[in-house]
């Protein structure tokens, strides 16, 4: 087997290792030189290293793990494999050079932990960017292969142990409550009618005083691939009131960009340079305490509630995760990259 897709070099930028992480199956690469292993690299090595202050655009080395687990031997790999929760071993020659990698002999299944917290989706909008579909069917019920959006997205949320869902609909609402009381799976859904559009964040005025405790709040057009249960454990640990669940997009503009000085003066010149920013998914982790303070029957988006929080003092922050982890379902261009990522074709 090829695994040179596992291995990269010490002076890769985190940005570009990032993208190396996500083309393996075990979703980790080694930072090699000369045949040494001199680090290891996760996303979740690069998550706290950008949440400590480091930038995507430093050394991939500055984020690695500098004291990465080998072998002698594969039986010695498999060994450790199967100990503990590892998911890929170099195996060294005694001059400490890789000969070869253990990633065992299948993919690892990854049982989820029970989170077991409520799900609020904001299921109201008219679905614009999935226009001329959305004239006929609401937004929720696009299917992505043999489900409709909405659907994914419950049993994502499932695979976690969140079965309880709150759904605030408005645009064509009759058409996605037929077709879950119809539906073969029996959902624990409660559903809260706009009258009128409320934006992203206005209709969570209905949900006062029916939920007490931390809960996710998505849009009904994204998917997260990442581990749900990791960006529970951040936002209590950090004991955020919000956490905002952003992905790193990478944008390689097509020209050469010129920065220009007084008197038309040149100050730098960079070829087709490739840029990095962090994105809102839409998808967030929220204290109740929010929705006191959200006006009734008012229209708001909630990254203005995000400020509304920020300026009374409270604190909110980022839990970042890999672009290739962050399905938009809510652009028609996506639709079928999606199907075949869900469906592995």
């Known amino acids: 087997m090829n695994y040179s897709d596992y291995f990269v070099e010490p002076d890769l930028t985190v940005r570009d290792a990032l993208k190396a992480i996500d083309k393996t199956n075990a979703h980790i ?18 998550r706290r290293f950008l949440l400590a202050g480091g930038k995507i655009e430093n050394p991939a080395m500055e984020a690695g793990h ?17 100990q503990k929760n590892y998911v890929a071993i170099p195996i060294l020659n005694s001059n ?10 299948c993919p ?19 679905g614009a960017r999935l226009e001329p579909y959305t004239k006929i069917l609401p937004k929720p019920l696009i299917p992505v292969g043999e489900l409709p959006i909405i659907e ?25 409550k037929a077709y879950f009381a119809d539906s073969e799976r029996k959902y624990d859904i409660t559903w809260y009618n706009e009258e009128l559009p409320l934006g992203t964040g206005g209709g969570l005025c209905y949900l006062k005083g029916r939920i007490e405790t931390t809960f996710f709040f998505t849009n ?41 000085g007084a008197n038309g003066s040149i100050e730098s010149m960079r070829e087709k340079p490739e840029l990095s920013f962090l994105t809102n998914t ?33 604190k909110v922050a980022i839990y970042p995760v890999s672009e290739n982890d962050w399905l938009d379902m809510g652009q028609l261009s996506e639709l079928e990259k999606m199907r075949k990522r869900l469906y592995e074709e």
């Open 108 to 126: 690892r299944e990854e049982k989820a932990v029970d989170l077991e917290i409520p799900v609020v989706i904001n299921a109201g909008g008219k």
């Open 96 to 105: 400490d050079e890789l000969v070869d990698i253990y990633v065992g002999k």
């Open 282 to 314: 839409g998808i967030y982790i929220v204290e109740p305490e929010v929705l006191d303070d959200i006006e009734d029957n008012i229209s708001v988006g909630f990254p203005d509630i995000i400020e509304k929080e920020r300026g009374k003092g409270k």
């Open 66 to 82: 500098k004291s990465p687990l080998t072998a002698r031997s594969e039986a010695e790999a498999a060994s450790l494999y199967h």
């Open 220 to 260: 009904c057009d994204n998917l997260l691939l990442s581990n749900y249960e990791s960006m529970l454990r951040f936002h209590r640990e950090n004991q955020n009131i919000i956490t905002m669940i952003c992905a790193y997009k990478n944008i390689k503009i097509p020209y050469g960009v010129i920065d220009m």
């Open 152 to 176: 994914h997205i419950m049993q994502r949320f499932m695979e976690y142990g969140c079965e309880r869902f709150s759904v605030i609909v408005n645009y064509k609402k009759e058409l996605i």
């Open 29 to 46: 690469v080694f930072i090699m030189k000369e045949k040494k292993v001199l680090a290891s690299l996760t996303d979740g090595d690069i």
